[in-house]
């Protein structure tokens, strides 16, 4: 392997002239990490180019298990989901509180807004009580000249919903915000946000600079930056699980009732309200569900991300993102959750999975969709936290972690038969799968 050159016009060469450098400089087997990452590409040319195209600098495709999650019911109505997730458990612990909520009225889910925000931060020296006068006017100067890219958002019954001035001098020195509200229709809508606030950035600086109103000084504005802001918290789904508690049934073969398991969960729930560590795992649990459909279905799941841990510490505190209650007798557990997705534009249609995976969930609108999300993070919270208050997490975990073991022993399929049907009712570890499979192997099973 040589020592890597520093490389200049790298996203000019062709794709092979880039998998080309790399093998070259990377590795030490050149012609078969070349193999290797053309084995991955799509059969179908054109489709591959559709994949190299959605970024830059692409020698190969990154593989990851889409898996589906049946019987989920959300407001009396049957899903299939599709949930794209490397962690083996996954889908596994959400398919089994899907099904366990089945009988028990499923999960329930409403869009509590759907309000996304962009802001125009801007610099600016002068009199903000002489801004504020004149805001009404800047602001239908903007309505006016974003007009023709509001204009099929609009259509759609879609647009801007509100535009605010804000002062925000007391924080950063001469730092003013205008802070856009939009619906976006069945879009998550980025782009058409940036756009009209880039439009907007322009009508702010010259309707200012035009005004006689303002002194020679006032009529300069600084455009630091015009984005659209990730958080989202108007942007809120709730989803809900409850019945009666005698109706949970039992637990740990029988070893808990239903009221100490309603009780012990509650408390669970209350702890990630209360201490930081465990409210950072018990988001985790419920992003592995988010996550992973926010990636089956073309979804920017960092922006999901982002938003929600910034949601969890509203308050000033980060806080679990799930509640749950005993009240009357009943269990009830909930999420609230910003969710801003959509099921046009973007990647939705041009990933050929992630159009299957909309085609799979009934082509939903935008809010539908974050009903969806919503309820397969609350299924995914349920199992993690069920298996943590009753018979821990590794059992069923590494149950499922097992294959992955097995694999990297690279155990032949009568091997696994044989491992799979001894730790059916053992503790599995690597250690004891490959103490197991080296006892198995020095014994020379018949081929
Ligand atoms: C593992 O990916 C997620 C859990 O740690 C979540 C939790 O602890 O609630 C099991």
Partial sequence: ????????????????????????????????????????WYGDPQKQKIFDEFSENTVS???????????????GKMYCVPMVIEESSVVAAASSAAKFWLGKGGFNAKIINNTKIGQIHFEWKGDFNKLFDIFPEIKKCIIQETEHITHNM????????????????HLEKDYYQIKFSFNTCDSMGANFINSV???????????????????ENER???????????????????????????????????????HDFAAKFVKAINIAHVDTHRATTHNKG?????DAVALATGNDFRAIESCGHTYAARDGKYRSLSYAEIKDGVFRFW??????????????????????SLEMLGKPSADELMMIIAATGLAQNFAAVRSLVTTGIQQGHMKMHLMNILNHLEATEKEAILVLSHFKD?????????????VLRSKKLPA
């Fill in 335 to 356: 999420l609230d959750i910003p969710l801003s997705v959509g099921t046009v534009g973007g990647l939705t249609s041009l990933h050929p999975l992630a159009r299957r």
């Fill in 220 to 258: 300069k504005v600084t455009i630091i930056m015009a984005i659209l802001s990730n958080y989202t918290p108007d942007c809120l789904v709730r989803t809900w699980v409850e019945c009666p508690i005698e109706d949970l049934g039992v637990f740990g073969n029988g070893s808990m009732n239903a």
């Fill in 286 to 290: 419920i992003f592995n569900g988010i």
């Fill in 1 to 40: 392997m040589k020592k890597p050159k520093i490389v200049s016009g790298f996203s000019k060469l062709s794709k092979r002239g880039k998998m080309r450098w790399l093998v070259e400089n990377f590795f030490s087997n050149p012609e078969e990490v070349a193999r290797e990452l053309k084995s991955f």
């Fill in 426 to 438: 053992k503790l599995v570890s690597f250690t004891a799968v490959r103490d197991f499979l080296t």
């Fill in 154 to 169: 609009r259509k759609r019954g879609g647009g801007i919903s509100d535009i605010e001035l804000l002062d925000m001098s």
């Fill in 197 to 215: 606030l880039e439009e907007a950035s322009k009508s702010l600086t010259s309707f200012i600079k035009s005004q006689e109103y303002f002194s």
């Fill in 61 to 75: 495709n990154f593989y990851l298990p889409y898996g589906v999650l049946p019987n989920l019911e959300i407001n």
